[in-house]
C-alpha cells in the first residue's frame, strides 16, 4: 500500500512562493490538493501553477511585521482556516564579512531569522484557535551548520532559524508542530549566478554524494510530507535533504594508498 499525501480541504501559505524552491514548494502544496497562497513583495512573472490549479498571490513585505499580521489574517478570512506555513522566503549577496558594515549584514539576520519570526507569530496566532492542529516549517540550510564564508550573516541565521524551530516546537505543542527542512544545493534558475554555467554546475554536483543537485520539487515534497497527517508525530525535528551533503575535502587531498 502506498503513502497518500493528501491535503485537500487545507489551506497553506509559502513565503517566496514566486519562483525557484518556493515555486517548487507551492507546486507540491497544490498538487497534494491545498488551497495555496503566495507571497513575495514582487508579483510572479508567471502564475504558479500545478495540476490544474493556481496558487494564489500576496505582495507582502515579511519585514513589515503590521502588514505581515494582515496578511495572515486576511488569509484566514478568506480561507476560513490556515493549516500550514512555509517560511521559505530568504537569500543572501555573497559578500565577505570584512566588506561591509555591521548594519549591512544585519539586513541579511532580518531577512532570515527575524522575517520567519514574524510570520510565524502570526501563523501561530490563527493556528492556535483552530480544532485542527497546524503546521510551520523553517526551510534552513546546511549553511547553517558549517563554517559559511561570504554568506556569514546567512549562515548564522540559518543556524538560529533552526533553534527557533525547536523552541517553537516545544512552546507551541500541541496546538502546531514546528519542523526545519535542511537544504543543501539546489538547482534554480538562479543556479547560474552560484555556479557559473553548465559546466560550473556539474561540477559542484559531483562534490554531492549523490551526483547532482535537487529539484525544487523534491524540496516541495518533503515540505508536504512534514504538513501532512503521515507527520503528526514529528516536531523540533530537522529533516536533511542535500543528497548526502559535501564529501570531506580531505578525502580527496590524502596520498594514501586506498587498493591495499
Not at 56 to 62: I, N, T, Y
Not at 121 to 139: H, K, N
Request: proline share 5%.
Amino acid at each position: 500500500m502506498g503513502i497518500t499525501l493528501d491535503l485537500e480541504g487545507r489551506v497553506a501559505v509559502v513565503t517566496g512562493g514566486t519562483r525557484g524552491v518556493g515555486a517548487g514548494i507551492a507546486r507540491a502544496f497544490l498538487r497534494a490538493g491545498a488551497e495555496v497562497v503566495v507571497c513575495a513583495r514582487r508579483p510572479p512573472e508567471t502564475a504558479v501553477e500545478e495540476a490544474g490549479r493556481t496558487a494564489e498571490f500576496a505582495s507582502v513585505d515579511l519585514r513589515d511585521g503590521e502588514a505581515v499580521r494582515d496578511f495572515f489574517a486576511r488569509v484566514a478570512a478568506d480561507h476560513g482556516r490556515l493549516d500550514a506555513l512555509v517560511n521559505n522566503a530568504g537569500g543572501t549577496p555573497y559578500r565577505p564579512l570584512g566588506d561591509a558594515g555591521a548594519a549591512r549584514h544585519a539586513r541579511v539576520l532580518e531577512l532570515n531569522l527575524t522575517a520567519p519570526l514574524t510570520a510565524s507569530l502570526a501563523a501561530y496566532d490563527v493556528m492556535r484557535r483552530q480544532r485542527a492542529p497546524g503546521s510551520i516549517t523553517m526551510v534552513g540550510s546546511v549553511s547553517g551548520s558549517r563554517p559559511s564564508p561570504g554568506t556569514a550573516a546567512y549562515g548564522a541565521a540559518k543556524a538560529g532559524l533552526e533553534h527557533l524551530a525547536r523552541s517553537m516546537a516545544v512552546e507551541w505543542a500541541p496546538a502546531v508542530r514546528v519542523n526545519t527542512l535542511v537544504l543543501g544545493m539546489v538547482r534554480t534558475e538562479s543556479s547560474p549566478l552560484h555556479y557559473g554555467d553548465e559546466d560550473g554546475v556539474a561540477a559542484v554536483a559531483r562534490t554531492v554524494p549523490l551526483g547532482r543537485l535537487a529539484e525544487p520539487a523534491e524540496i516541495g515534497d518533503a515540505a508536504v510530507f512534514l504538513a501532512s497527517d503521515r507527520a503528526a508525530y514529528i516536531t523540533g525535528a530537522s529533516l536533511l535533504v542535500h543528497g548526502g551533503g559535501e564529501r570531506p575535502a580531505f578525502l580527496d587531498a590524502a596520498t594514501v594508498n586506498r587498493e591495499q
